[in-house]
């Protein structure tokens, strides 16, 4: 079997760039895999520290066949790092994984994407392979697929990269001509629509959610495992385009994924799995807003009745 090579981003967060760079060195292959490391350079007035640092980190990174590093001079974004880097490496070698520098993976990571690439390679209806699974309680075959793409840990052929669209709003008018917002929303009970919105408004510059829209629209599948062999620890406000939660907080397999023969659909059962998981979020961050809006109004009720008089002292 001929590994993928490994594409790894980092920019600014020294600890979360070592964590991952130290669990995926313990992976099996880890030894046989070229690892190609693309740093984004800084944005004007940056304080260079943690980039310098950084770039050390990855430098001095060991157990992997060979270390490839490409430092930018000037800050490019990471959808632009990511696009031009995956464009890059998936050109040359036919094949790609893909991380950020914020996810640390199970021993099996390298393992399963590998395998997963090697059996899905002729299959032109899958488009990709992913290592994350959300973290909800009901029991899945060993491997399934869902409809489109994503980004926490995943591997592509050129033939699947060939697909992606850069152009948001192109995605964007398909969906709607093509009457798939509620389908492309996850039975609408996540907002990729408006993030799609957001992106050609220019609020946000997420790659991800182009990946997802152009694959897709495509109608190609992922293959997902039962048990996740990423986790991502980035979710603490550290990077772009992240908030502060636990609800992605899954436990690594300690055991190989098996890639075996089974049927090239989506899994309906699993999806509507991902869609009630997702509408628990959504009325839990509901819960939350509404009580820290009544916390805020009693605090202003009891200033009101009970007003600071330490100052009349």
């Not at 940056?46 to 050390?56: A, G, H, L, Q």
């Not at 807003?289 to 916390?295: A, D, E, H, Q, V």
Request: hydrophobic share 35%; glycine share 4%; with cysteine.
């Amino acid at each position: 079997m001929s590994l993928a090579p490994i594409a790894l981003f980092v920019y600014n967060r020294p600890e979360h760039t070592k964590r991952t760079i130290d669990s995926l060195s313990n992976n099996d292959y880890a030894e046989q895999s070229e690892l190609f490391v693309f740093c984004d350079g800084p944005k004007p007035n940056t304080n260079m520290d943690k980039i310098r640092e950084v770039r050390s980190i990855v430098k001095q990174a060991t157990g992997f066949k060979k270390v490839i590093v490409y430092e930018k001079e000037n800050n490019v974004g990471l959808a632009k790092s990511i696009i031009s880097g995956v464009t890059e490496l998936v050109t040359k070698h036919g094949k790609i994984i893909v991380l950020e520098d914020d996810m640390i993976t199970s021993k099996y990571f390298l393992t399963y994407l590998n395998h997963g690439l090697e059996y899905y390679e002729n299959l032109n209806q899958v488009v990709s392979i992913h290592a994350y699974r959300l973290p909800f309680t009901a029991k899945t075959p060993e491997t399934y697929f869902l409809r489109g793409a994503d980004c926490w840990g995943w591997a592509t052929w050129k033939r699947g990269w060939d697909l992606f669209e850069v152009d948001g709003q192109k995605l964007l008018d398909k969906l709607i001509s093509e009457k798939l917002i509620y389908q492309f929303d996850m039975q609408g009970s996540y907002p990729y629509t408006q993030m799609l919105k957001d992106q050609i408004a220019g609020k946000n510059d997420s790659w991800a959610i182009r990946w997802y829209a152009s694959t897709f629209l495509q109608n190609k599948l992922t293959l997902y495992p039962a048990r996740s062999l990423v986790f991502n620890i980035g979710l603490d406000a550290s990077g772009t385009h992240c908030e502060v939660t636990n609800e992605y907080d899954v436990d690594l397999s300690s055991i190989p994924i098996r890639i075996e023969t089974i049927q090239i659909e989506e899994n309906v059962y699993i999806r509507n799995l991902y869609r009630d998981y997702f509408r628990k979020l959504s009325q839990s961050d509901l819960r939350t807003r509404i009580f820290g809006r009544l916390k805020q109004l009693l605090e202003r009720i009891k200033t009101r009745i009970w007003p600071d008089k330490s100052n009349l002292l």
